[in-house]
């Protein structure tokens, strides 16, 4: 934001140099970025947080400078002659869409001169890098980078019946802007229009057939206020920006909407001469009522750590313009003025007075009290995740929630719902929520791949979007793992995890099928029976879709459900004092079965005496077992509590294991 020093010096007056003043504005929270002399003038160029869009004119920035320097603010109050001719006899304004324009007004002015600014205006815009166009757009330009307020002019001759309506631009519809450039609009743009087409892109720009030109004689001075949103996406799908959508997309003053508007006829009766019609012709929402906020006046010490006087803060806080309802010892309470919009809360208060008081008359020692935070439960869980995680050598990745089509669509394991689409694209394309975290690590793993990090092993801990009918998306927390352990070792770290949470929770894999993952090496997990995630090697397939050239496996498992019932808090469990027997079994079964079906078999067979069933390996000979068949080669590990198992009852087991699977699947026990 550039501001000029010969034009802040009329609206205050402090006892201090151009160095001292931006020094202190630097400390209060409107950084100085440079000086720049422009003839006998000043040009300063300022930061404003986008918090902030007050500061964005010379009357807000000098309201700054008067509260920190304890100074009186000068700003003018606009009045002008009006004839006896009502605007409203002359012009109809009608909104359509209250939800892209909260308010409008519109003043008429007849017999105006149009020609060159006087020097004065032109030099003040001129420090400001604007160029000079005419008298009447020039004081436009003037009064907006005064108050903050966009304003625009139209040729009231040239609008068709005379007529203002703000309407959604229908599908198709084009105009031809200032810039002299045409532009296609749609339905999700607000417009300003006559009664046949637009007449400017609302809060944007203003169109080339209504613009002022030396023929001009009678105005329609446009004064409204915007919804942010709304300018914000026309802006940014037209690429069309100016230093009026930079102000409304920011949020503009609702009471500054009236003031700018009798501030630019003021000027224009001066300069350019006319007639102003009498009132205005003003439509839209009612201005709502500030609520009060009350400061408690012990929180500054307790936050700032250091004590501030009784009167101060409510002298401070009416320098910014609030209103004060009420003072006593212990309390202020406030109004907050209309251009301040993030003042809302308790602490704002406090940041205000911090800011103004001096944020350097803060000792770097001081003793602010503190207390302990409690962690949640999640933040605990997530912690041993992460625990588990790096210390089997994965890296914590982050990436964008926003994808591709491509990778959206690439793995959707948690649902099959058309994903969430975005206004607009957070990167040139990507503009899909993603359903799956799987997708954007392994284009993370692509990109190390190819910058010689194929050994880089990642993990991510975010939220997916998985679309509901007529409802807000549920957003489950997810854990993602991508590594080169195959699909061994990838099981082995949600097995550890499950350990580490869930001690004793029987995890089951089942049955799962896509043409991402290997179909004999993928899986579905179950915990305690309910769906926890998948699992899997990469296929060919879903190789060269990645473009890797390594291979991979991965996992995605659900943390809300991985953190129901956790153990948070180490437990001890006296171990067997009996020692453990295994036996290895060699079953032949039909290529159709899965372990996750022989698994489950083996489970309910082997009863209570089974500690742990270990997948070894699946081998095919058709020449020996004939063709459709496989081998699957696990073992049994056995364990009591209460004595030492026998031969015989170890055998038992055994058999019944061979039997029931044997009648559940068909099959053979190689000898």
Not at 50 to 69: K, M, Q, T, W, Y
Not at 193 to 219: F, K, N, Q, Y
Not at 423 to 439: A, F, K
Not at 628 to 639: D, M
């Amino acid at each position: 934001m550039l501001v000029s020093w010969n034009w802040l010096k009329e609206y205050v007056s402090p006892d201090a140099t151009p160095d001292e003043v931006v020094r202190r504005l630097t400390f209060s929270g409107l950084n100085h970025e440079s000086t720049e002399a422009v003839g006998s003038d000043l040009a300063i160029d300022l930061e404003v947080t986008s918090n902030r869009p007050d500061c964005l004119g010379h009357v807000g920035v000098a309201r700054e400078i008067a509260a920190l320097f304890g100074v009186p603010l000068k700003r003018p109050d606009p009045a002008a002659p009006e004839a006896s001719t009502s605007a409203a006899k002359l012009t109809k304004v009608a909104i359509e869409c209250d939800d892209l324009c909260r308010r409008y007004t519109a003043r008429v002015i007849r017999g105006v001169k149009v020609g060159p600014s006087p020097r004065w205006l032109a030099e003040r815009l001129q420090t400001l890098g604007i160029a000079a166009i005419n008298n009447i757009v020039d004081i436009t330009n003037y009064v907006l980078m005064e108050s903050g307020q966009p304003l625009h002019a139209f040729d009231l001759a040239k609008l068709a019946e005379q007529r203002i309506v703000v309407r959604r631009a229908r599908s198709g519809e084009t105009i031809e802007a200032i810039d002299h450039n045409t532009y296609t609009l749609d339905e999700s743009m607000c417009v300003v229009a006559d009664a046949r087409s637009p007449v400017a892109v609302a809060g944007v720009m203003g169109g080339a057939s209504t613009e002022i030109g030396p023929r001009t004689t009678e105005l329609l001075i446009e004064s409204a206020e915007f919804a942010p949103v709304s300018v914000r996406g026309t802006a940014r799908k037209l690429s069309l920006h100016s230093d009026s959508s930079y102000r409304f997309e920011r949020g503009v003053d609702p009471e500054g909407v009236e003031w700018a508007s009798r501030r630019c006829c003021q000027l224009i009766l001066e300069i350019a001469g006319g007639e102003l019609a009498s009132g205005a012709v003003t439509v839209g929402r009612p201005i709502e009522p500030r609520a009060t906020i009350v400061l408690r006046l012990a929180q500054l010490a307790r936050i700032l750590g250091i004590e501030v006087e009784p009167g101060e803060a409510p002298r401070l806080l009416e320098a910014l313009g609030c209103r004060v309802v009420r003072s006593d010892a212990a309390t202020v309470e406030i109004v907050p003025p209309s251009w301040r919009r993030d003042l809302t809360r308790e602490i704002d208060l406090i940041e205000e007075v911090a800011r103004l008081h001096g944020y350097d008359k803060i000792p770097e020692d001081v003793a602010v009290p503190m207390t302990h935070s409690h962690r949640g439960e999640l933040d605990r869980v997530l912690e041993k995740v992460r625990g588990v995680l790096t210390a089997a050598g994965y890296d914590e990745a982050m990436t964008a929630s926003v994808v591709g089509p491509q990778l959206s669509e690439a793995l959707s394991p948690w649902t099959d719902a058309a994903p969430l689409h975005t206004s607009t694209p957070l990167l040139r394309g990507d503009d899909v929520l993603r359903r799956s975290l799987i997708p954007s690590l392994l284009e993370a793993r692509r990109i190390n791949e190819s910058l010689a990090g194929a050994d880089v092993e990642q993990f991510e801990i975010a939220r997916v979007y998985l679309p509901r009918p007529k409802q807000l998306p549920d957003e489950p927390l997810m854990l993602a793992i991508a590594g080169s352990g195959g699909f061994f070792g990838v099981k082995g770290v949600v097995e550890q995890l499950v350990n580490v949470l869930r001690p004793g929770a029987n995890l089951e894999v089942a049955e799962a099928s896509t043409k991402l993952l290997d179909e004999d090496k993928s899986c579905a997990l179950r915990l305690n029976g309910r769906l926890l995630g998948y699992l899997g090697e990469m296929s060919d397939e879903g190789l060269s879709q990645f473009g890797l050239r390594q291979p991979a496996a991965v996992a995605e498992i659900s943390i809300d459900e991985l953190a129901q019932g956790a153990r948070l808090v180490a437990t001890y469990e006296r171990p067997s004092d009996y020692p453990s027997v295994e036996r290895d079994l060699n079953l032949v079964v039909d290529e159709s079965v899965r372990w996750a079906a022989l698994s489950a078999t083996v489970r309910e067979a082997a009863g209570g005496l089974l500690e742990s069933l270990t997948y070894r390996e699946t081998y095919r000979d058709p020449q020996t077992d004939g063709p459709g068949k496989k081998r699957l080669f696990f073992s049994l590990r056995l364990r009591s509590r209460e004595r030492t198992l026998i031969g015989q009852e170890v055998d038992a087991v055994r058999g019944h294991v061979v039997a029931a699977c044997a009648e559940a699947h068909g099959a053979r026990l190689l000898g």
